[in-house]
């Protein structure tokens, strides 16, 4: 029980709250960040989460290959065919929230929108089955559907934007510009007026299905690689460790504008003038892959879809740890004590000192009567040290040894209280005081 609460005193005092999650790598990294999965048998009605979004009342919405599901932080309410006729099939294809609060489902067989509490199916009889990928709102309230062509909803019909011809992969909305991902190029529409950018003659038949836009350049995911292109410009991107050619299956533009890119084994941070591999969370044998959507909450916690794994939610954890790759002597640690700015940490192999984030065992170790620090008090220019075998004493100043006691050698020191001019020493043996250089025993309790 002792060992347990002194932990949790460290745990405490290294309590540092977060603002978020500010970059994936850190949201990836196992020492400081906590990820949850869910999956099947969680309520999840199938593994595969091809869209995300969340609603204003805080609500995560799932579009998987079984149906769409609700998610209040605790339990997911499944709608699918069976319980929502205006869902048209269960296999959802894009989900999106427009200003109006009105969530848009894409299905291979139809499109639905969910608006205060009720569910409406859209009349899509031009809309060939399957084609819907996306959707997005511009800033003048104009909204998009991306299926087999370019449409618009407008006076509570679909109405196609002759613009654009062909199928659209890829609807990306950037102030008031629409990019289109489409067959072998790509297009921006702007107050009515449409360009086309069409890829590279020598390029293989491209498909843009994924878009984002940095500055002046446009980042293009395709069905075969990752491309950008600036000034009419396309060049093809290397993504480290993987296949020229290998699919995007996705990019994800965070609130702090970087861009993340996911395979189907890998996930990727372009920075500028750098593609950057990212350590993906779960186990290292069964790595969580294949992410086909990405969502950053309102707490900016991240949440990734899986075709293959469901979905995991990655937040800041509220603590920060330290463990032997930062250089600590064991694992086990009993007692800390702020010391001139830095953090002194007994363990079950001594003292050492958190410097600027790495840890420095003390010379004075050498001298205790046990490796095993239980306990630790600083009073004045002295600093008491409670081990395993008995009482020590150092220089508070200098950190240097001064003495041990041996008439404690045979107690466990586990708790130093200062009192005055006094030290209250607690110990397996019973309490003891210390005053004047003098340890007497207090009054015990007979049986």
């Excluded at 005055?420 to 003098?438: A, C, D, K, P």
């Amino acid at each position: 029980m002792f060992r347990y609460f002194l932990a949790a005193i460290l745990m405490s005092m290294l309590l540092t709250v977060s603002t978020g999650l500010k970059a994936m790598p850190g949201a990836l990294d196992k020492a400081s960040i906590l990820h949850r999965g869910w999956s099947v048998e969680a309520g999840l009605p199938q593994v595969s989460v091809a869209a995300m979004a969340q609603d204003k009342q805080g609500y995560i919405w799932l579009g998987t290959q079984g149906g769409l599901a609700r998610f209040d932080g605790h339990q997911f309410t499944v709608f699918n065919t069976a319980n929502t006729p205006e869902l048209q099939s269960n296999l959802i294809t894009a989900l999106y929230l427009d200003s109006e609060n009105r969530l848009w489902i894409g299905t291979v067989n139809g499109l639905s929108y969910y608006h205060n509490n009720e569910f409406t199916a859209i009349d899509i009889s031009d809309i060939k089955p399957g084609s819907i990928t996306s959707f997005a709102e511009l800033t003048d309230g104009r909204f998009f559907i991306g299926a087999n062509k370019l449409y618009q909803w407008q006076q509570q019909q679909l109405l196609p934007v002759t613009e654009h011809n062909g199928p659209v992969f890829q609807l990306k909305q950037q102030d008031d510009t629409l990019w289109i991902g489409g067959q072998h190029g790509f297009a921006a529409y702007q107050q009515q007026q449409y360009r086309w950018y069409p890829a590279p003659a020598a390029t293989e038949e491209l498909q843009v299905t994924e878009l984002a836009v940095r500055g002046s350049v446009v980042f293009l995911g395709t069905n075969n690689g990752l491309f950008s292109w600036q000034q009419g410009r396309w060049q093809a991107l290397e993504l480290p460790g993987a296949a020229p050619d290998s699919r995007i299956e996705l990019m994800y533009q965070d609130k702090q504008q970087q861009l993340w890119v996911s395979t189907l084994n890998g996930l990727y941070q372009v920075l500028p003038g750098q593609i950057m591999q990212v350590q993906q969370a779960g186990a290292p044998d069964k790595p969580f892959r294949w992410i086909e959507s990405i969502l950053e909450d309102q707490h900016q916690n991240v949440w990734l879809g899986s075709r293959t794994h469901g979905v995991i939610r990655l937040r800041n954890a509220l603590t920060e740890r330290y463990s032997t790759e930062a250089g600590i002597p064991d694992p086990f640690s009993w007692a800390v004590l702020p010391w001139q700015r830095h953090l002194m940490v007994g363990t079950s192999q001594g003292m050492a000192l958190l410097r600027d984030g790495e840890f420095q065992p003390l010379l004075a170790n050498q001298q205790l009567p046990s490796p095993y620090v239980y306990s630790l008090l600083h009073q004045q220019n002295d600093l008491w040290v409670g081990t395993r075998a008995g009482l020590s004493l150092l220089d508070a100043e200098t950190l240097a040894w001064q003495k041990n006691f041996p008439q404690t050698a045979h107690l466990l020191i586990t708790t130093l209280v200062a009192e005055q001019q006094r030290i209250w020493v607690g110990s397996n043996g019973g309490l003891y005081v210390l005053e004047n250089g003098e340890l007497t025993q207090q009054g015990s309790r007979h049986h």
